[in-house]
């Protein structure tokens, strides 16, 4: 699977707009991208997933450009419960576990 | 509908015991995978259960183990425990026809001291 690349760490304050870009240089053509949401002393939680192109849900937008090299997250209007740890990854289906990188610690300040 | 359960939630062993955790996915899923998240790092797959076999198994020894049960229930042994071994244990489950989505519970902590 691709490598990911992301920022270490964010810091916001409350009612901002988020983005986190994620690198995928090597992404491959059946590689879906995938974020999750890590709360402390709690499992990850699945945000978004998407393929190219712009993909919005409830709680998230993800921006693919269409090389898919990388994708930006974006959560609108933080809030102070929306610090945690934000993982991108590449997802293939079947049986291939999920790889897990060090993720984006993002602190939202009020 | 309960999501993915875990038991115990903490637990404090010392070096060389065995631990055993245990997992109980979400109603519907009966595939189940095991990850270990040290401090700060983010989470690393252990094995993957489907239909009571180990599928597929990531870059851990042989002192880590699991079983799956006919109601698609799942436990992870470790043996030998090392201070190493001192993490947060999270299970993992999903339906068979995969969308990319996992559902985690909320973990074991696990301290070897």
């Known amino acids: 699977l691709a490598k990911t690349t992301q920022p270490i760490s964010m810091d916001s304050y409350e009612g901002q707009e988020v983005n986190i870009t994620c690198s995928h240089n090597n992404i491959a053509t059946n590689d879906y991208i995938t974020w999750y949401q890590q709360f402390p002393s709690q499992g990850p939680r699945f945000i978004i997933q998407g393929y190219k192109t712009k993909v919005t849900n409830e709680v998230a937008s993800l921006f693919i450009p269409a090389d898919r090299k990388s994708s930006t997250l974006s959560l609108p209007r933080v809030s102070l419960s929306d610090t945690a740890v934000y993982y991108c990854?590449?997802?293939?289906?079947?049986?291939?576990?999920?790889?897990f990188g060090k993720g984006t610690r993002l602190s939202v300040i009020a | 509908d309960a999501g993915v359960t875990q038991s115990p939630t903490h637990l404090i062993k010392t070096r060389g015991q065995q631990v055993t955790l245990r997992c109980s996915p979400k109603?519907?899923?009966?595939?189940v995978s095991w990850y270990q998240q040290a401090l700060g790092q983010g989470p690393q797959f252990i094995f993957q259960y489907y239909e009571e076999e180990e599928r597929q198994r990531g870059n851990f020894p042989d002192r880590f183990s699991g079983h799956q049960f006919p109601n698609y229930s799942s436990e992870l042994n470790v043996n030998a425990l090392l201070l190493g071994d001192s993490a947060l244990y999270l299970c993992?489950?999903?339906?068979?026809?995969?969308?990319?989505?996992?559902?985690f519970g909320e973990g074991s902590r696990l301290t070897v001291l």
């Open positions: 109603s519907g899923h009966d595939t």
């Open positions: 990854l590449m997802t293939f289906g079947g049986n291939t576990p999920l790889v």
């Open positions: 993992a489950s999903r339906p068979n026809t995969y969308t990319g989505e996992l559902f």
